[in-house]
């Protein structure tokens, strides 16, 4: 079969969470024998320029386009330029079908007509709330509510859309997109919180399909302690991970509280920050370890070299990435109760579920796990155990391909 995967992004020019993923499931289709061709952007080509790189087989095929992002609830509906190119590879080509990722800021939505037009028939994978917010998706996140039933808002105010981003907003934006989907044979959402959320705002015929991702080795005990030495992380520290492209929405300042408060009880206790470097308080910056991005293997060194791994986002995150990285690698998870994160994190067993406001509730699991080794044994086995029976990149492929053999 000769799949076709649209992506504005696509590893190695550009690596985060929707794009690898993209690129592991490609990865996968051609493990299982079928024939890939990526089409994605590179923004350092002229306009409407198409590079092929042409590999055994797999063949990415790179358009050039580049624009002020402000524009792009407008471009992302349609952008002339890009779809005559694909118009124009689709016609040299004999694709079977197509799977969509995220194309909302430069190949368009109408690409999804495209292909209608073509008879190819399309699924489309939603990687966040991109659909129908303009960013990350927080309405009703309040820091006065610290159960652990919160949540957002499943159905959208489009008044405090519009208010958040007014100077970009398309009124006809979510309309269009939601006459788009129609055309698809499926929407798959990552997580069940983010097919709640489509579904409560009009986008139905949905799916969920976790996330998966390729098995790691662990690796050598040498090599951890070398990139303990390199990261001065001492013999009696106690390492907390913070990773992913950091920001206030995915909880850096309750990460922040979380350090003052581990910091008078525990003074060995290190936050490991791998990503943007940011500027934390003086208060706790000497027990902060910041490394800025890392490579993969790096990465891996990370995540064995830390006791938990922390995912506080205060908004709808739909299935960050970083969680099946650090399970599939052993390390516990705390996972906030706003994020599809806690879908594969199992509250008690693998690590635990938080309300990242109560910070109360917060250092008291943190330091369950750095305290108490036989539990954080027990989790470590069980996380990988979980990783490898519901979360490997075989097991998402298998449904992909499942779902294309039905809707063919």
């Known amino acids: 079969m000769h799949i076709l995967v649209l992506s504005d992004f696509f590893p190695p020019q550009f690596n985060a969470g929707a794009e690898n993923i993209a690129f592991e499931i490609s990865k996968g289709y051609i493990a299982k024998g079928n024939r890939v061709s990526v089409i994605t952007i590179n923004k350092s080509l002229q306009k409407g320029e198409l590079f092929i790189d042409k590999k055994k087989s797999l063949t990415c095929y790179q358009i050039g386009y580049n624009y002020n992002e402000k524009l792009s609830a407008y471009v992302g509906i349609y952008n002339q330029v890009v779809l005559k190119v694909i118009n124009k590879i689709i016609l040299e080509n004999d694709f079977e079908v197509a799977h969509i990722h995220n194309i909302h800021t430069y190949i368009s939505y109408s690409v999804i007509s495209l292909l209608n037009k073509h008879s190819i028939p399309a699924i489309l994978t939603v990687h966040d709330a991109m659909s129908v917010d303009y960013g990350k998706y927080d309405q009703e996140v309040n820091n006065g509510d610290i159960s652990l039933n919160a949540r957002v808002s499943n159905k959208a105010s489009q008044f405090k859309i519009w208010r958040k981003n007014w100077k970009r907003y398309n009124p006809l934006r979510n309309f269009i997109i939601k006459r788009q989907f129609k055309r698809l044979r499926k929407v798959v959402c990552v997580s069940r919180e983010l ?16 996330n998966g991702l390729s098995e790691v080795d662990r690796p050598s005990s040498g090599d951890i302690e070398n990139f ?11 390492v907390i991970l913070f990773t992913g ?30 990503g943007k470097k940011l500027k934390f308080d003086s208060e706790i910056e000497e027990n902060v370890i910041n490394t800025g991005w890392l490579s993969k293997k790096e990465m891996n060194l990370a995540y064995n070299a830390s006791n938990v791994t922390l995912v506080p986002s205060i908004y709808l995150d ?13 390390t516990p998870v705390i996972a906030s109760v706003y994020s599809g994160a806690k879908e594969a994190v199992i509250d008690g067993v693998t690590g635990y579920h938080v309300n990242p406001f109560d910070i109360d509730d917060f250092s008291e699991k943190t330091l369950n796990i750095l305290h108490n080794l036989d539990l954080s044994h027990s989790m470590s086995n069980r996380s990988k155990q979980e990783f490898k029976r519901r979360f490997t990149s075989e ?3 298998n449904k992909y391909l499942d779902l294309f053999q039905i809707n063919n």
């Open 318 to 330: 739909p299935f960050p990435t970083v969680v099946l990285e650090s399970m599939c690698l052993g």
């Open 245 to 274: 492209r950091i920001s206030l929405a995915k909880g850096f300042e309750q990460v922040q509280s979380l350090l003052r408060r581990l910091i008078v009880k525990e003074k060995n206790i290190r936050l490991l920050v791998v």
């Open 228 to 238: 303990k030495n390199k990261m001065n992380i001492g013999l009696n520290d106690k």
């Open 195 to 210: 097919e709640e959320f489509l579904n409560a705002n009009g986008i139905i015929n949905t799916q969920v399909i976790h």
């Open 395 to 397: 097991i998402c492929v």
